[in-house]
């Protein structure tokens, strides 16, 4: 009996891969496609670019059946947010409440499913261990910024398993210091599926997609916290830290929550 259950709890789950990858794919290409074909015909646009990102990254929230809760308020826009980062999961549920662009590594670009759309978008590409690179994104950042549209950034510069935070990279905040703009710290944490969301170690994205999207059921908590103020601090490094300091806080805080 208990073989008989097992099985069938395989086929269940096996299934429920099918069916949302079938989904996510599918909305990915019709959202991108209908984006692609609105910028053919009126030319590409920085607000309408981050208002696809938007709808795009909802349509993928309802294929993979994922729960998104929010708490705090999810910044107008002409905001920095700062956000810890578990799995390429953490795009889809932040995209999916803010219009706004994200810093992604460049090769974000050749990846299947987000791919596509974010060469369309208008996602700033970093290129690792080039110093060309590093100057480009903080002007392209502060463009964003200056239009009155928001940057998405995973401070961390990689995933990791785990409820703390890696160290985090600098280069961004030396960029917005001094700026008169805010800086809104924002953590992101899963229940019902913290196992399968982590994407570490020598998983390949298909692999991992779909173990992901076998999960029986999944929640992501979004929290976006107080915004400080980039000229308000000393120094970069002073900024970075208070940042840090509050998502490690807010981390610590859902930890206790969920326990």
């Given amino acids: 009996m208990d073989a008989f259950i097992g099985t069938l709890n395989t086929f269940r789950t096996a299934l429920r891969a099918a069916r949302r990858t079938i989904r996510v794919f599918g909305s990915s290409v019709g959202v991108t496609a209908l984006y692609g074909l609105q910028e053919l015909t009126?030319?590409?646009?920085?607000?309408?670019?981050?208002?696809?990102?938007?709808?795009?990254?909802?349509?993928?929230?309802r294929g993979f059946d994922l729960r998104v809760q929010v708490t705090g308020e999810p910044p107008a826009g002409g905001a920095l947010i700062?956000?810890?980062?578990?799995?390429?999961?953490?795009?889809?549920?932040?995209?999916?409440?803010?219009?706004?662009?994200?810093?992604?590594?460049?090769?974000?670009?050749?990846?299947?499913?987000?791919?596509p759309t974010f060469r369309l978008s208008n996602t700033i590409f970093v290129q690792r261990n080039a110093p060309q690179s590093g100057r480009r994104?903080?002007?392209?950042?502060?463009?964003?910024?200056?239009?009155?549209?928001?940057?998405?950034?995973?401070?961390?510069?990689?995933?990791?398993?785990?409820?703390?935070?890696l160290p985090f990279k600098p280069g961004l905040f030396r960029t917005v210091w001094g700026m008169d703009i805010p800086?809104?710290?924002?953590?992101?944490t899963y229940r019902g599926m913290e196992e399968r969301v982590e994407w570490i170690g020598d998983d390949t994205f298909f692999d991992h997609f779909l173990r992901l999207?076998?999960?029986?059921?999944?929640?992501?908590?979004?929290?976006?916290?107080?915004?400080?103020?980039?000229?308000?601090?000393?120094?970069?490094?002073?900024?970075?830290?208070?940042?840090r300091r509050r998502m490690l806080a807010d981390l610590r805080t859902r930890k206790t929550l969920e326990s």
Avoid at 225 to 236: S, V
């Fill in 137 to 165: 994104v903080r002007n392209q950042v502060e463009a964003m910024l200056r239009r009155g549209l928001s940057v998405i950034n995973f401070a961390e510069g990689t995933t990791h398993g785990g409820t703390g935070l």
């Fill in 183 to 188: 800086i809104v710290p924002t953590t992101v």
């Fill in 42 to 61: 009126s030319g590409f646009d920085h607000v309408a670019a981050s208002r696809w990102t938007r709808r795009w990254a909802t349509a993928l929230t």
């Fill in 213 to 243: 999207a076998g999960h029986s059921n999944g929640t992501a908590h979004v929290h976006f916290g107080q915004a400080l103020r980039a000229n308000d601090f000393a120094t970069p490094d002073e900024l970075m830290g208070e940042v």
């Fill in 82 to 115: 700062v956000s810890n980062h578990r799995s390429y999961v953490d795009i889809i549920a932040l995209g999916s409440l803010v219009d706004a662009s994200f810093i992604a590594k460049s090769e974000l670009a050749r990846w299947p499913v987000l791919g």
